[in-house]
């Protein structure tokens, strides 16, 4: 994959705490790696939502986090302090790092690396809990995120309750936006609509450069707004972006 990317100047659109993991594998990959932060995240600090969250971990058997961000909005909501009978999920290990400094514990880290695949593990963790206790789940996540969770543990009888504890909002207009073209980019990765919107806000895309989405959803919006869409992720992570890079 090396000499595949090595003539590669990508660009990279997550929020700008995000952003630094990607380019690290980017350019252990041989491209070089560019970050224009197109979307920003605010934590949700309402009462409401904060009595929402308390009251569905009075039943629930797990929560779930599938962002370091989640973690950290939970934690400001609940002043650090989780019910000691609830266990909690995360998605990798920056998540459960997150997770352990804010709440002192993690009890199960998913190996697969995605929403889906902590959905699919944890669907098997309570198979073997039938009987001990309520088959309940809350999912701690953005306000639009993915519904992984309520598609495979739906079905399995499970109740997942979701609360929003931060959303995402594009970046911004800038005047004068960036010309990407004169920075030399030919691939630009968008990882959620927003992203989408931001970028556009945000920069001059070049007509030839290669576009690459995570996902249905952000492919429509990008297409939507007039961009053209090289490649669509199989897998909702970096390595399905690049996996399809022509």
């Known amino acids: 994959m090396t000499g595949r990317l090595a003539d590669r100047v990508i660009l990279v659109t997550r929020a700008a705490e995000d952003a630094e ?28 939502i904060r009595a929402t969250l308390v009251a569905g971990l009075e039943t629930a058997s797990w929560i779930v986090f599938t962002s370091r961000r989640g973690v950290a909005a939970t934690a400001d909501l609940l002043e650090d302090r989780m019910p000691a009978g609830v266990r909690i999920a995360v998605v990798g290990p920056s998540t459960a790092e997150e997770a352990e400094a804010r709440f002192g514990r993690t009890n199960f880290v998913s190996a697969g690396g995605t929403g889906r695949a902590l959905a699919h593990e944890l669907a098997g963790l309570l198979a073997l809990d039938a009987g001990a206790g309520p088959r309940c789940v809350l999912v701690a996540a953005a306000d639009r995120g993915r519904r992984d ?6 079905p399995a009888g499970c109740e997942v309750l979701r609360v929003a504890v931060y959303r995402t909002v594009p970046a911004p207009p800038r005047t004068p936006r960036v010309d990407l073209g004169a920075l030399g980019v030919n691939t630009i990765l968008l990882a959620s609509p927003s992203a989408v919107e931001g970028l556009l806000n945000q920069a001059e895309v070049p007509a030839e450069a290669t576009v690459i989405s995570i996902g249905p959803s952000t492919t ?16 909702p992570d970096l390595e399905g972006l690049l996996e399809v890079i022509p």
């Open 220 to 235: 429509e919006a990008a297409r939507a707004s007039g961009l053209e869409v090289a490649g669509e992720a199989p897998r």
């Open 149 to 154: 969770l309520e598609e495979v543990l739906g």
């Open 21 to 48: 993991p990607w380019i690290e594998t980017i350019r252990s990959r041989g491209a070089r790696a560019l970050s224009l932060p197109c979307i920003a995240t605010e934590n949700f600090v309402d009462a409401g």
